[in-house]
């Protein structure tokens, strides 16, 4: 599966970015789709993901501003970004769990806000 990530870019704080990712399988077949993040100097951290089932899991820092869906006909995952703080500035990488032994990862996509 290969997943292209899009979206990424500056914004201001308190701005607002939509982050897309197309994958060339089927993510209605993923067990989970997701979206991390990792800034220059930190570990990979979890910013939201997406089950087969519809139940969903935010990080603690971005509950309330961030909003994970997905289109299941168009092979989608996005990831609604509102009330951006420069501590969101990172990569974003999307995932996608295909099962228990086999996941994959976007190239990432670049997220800069300025303060």
């Known amino acids: 599966v290969q997943l292209q990530a899009s979206g990424g870019g500056l914004v201001q704080a308190g701005g607002t970015l939509k982050l897309s990712c197309l994958a060339s399988?089927?993510?209605?077949?993923?067990?989970?789709l997701g979206w991390y993040r990792q800034a220059p100097g930190n570990e990979r951290e979890l910013v939201a993901t997406?089950?087969?089932?519809?139940?969903?899991t935010y990080g603690e820092s971005v509950k309330g501003r961030f909003t994970i869906s997905k289109d299941s006909g168009k092979n989608a995952v996005y990831l609604q970004m509102n009330s951006l703080k420069p501590e969101d500035t990172a990569v974003y990488y999307c995932?996608?769990?295909?099962?228990?032994?086999?996941?994959?990862w976007g190239r990432g996509t670049q997220v800069t806000v300025s303060s």
């Open positions: 399988g089927s993510v209605f077949s993923a067990i989970v």
């Open positions: 995932h996608y769990r295909k099962n228990s032994v086999s996941a994959y």
């Open positions: 997406i089950r087969k089932d519809g139940s969903i």
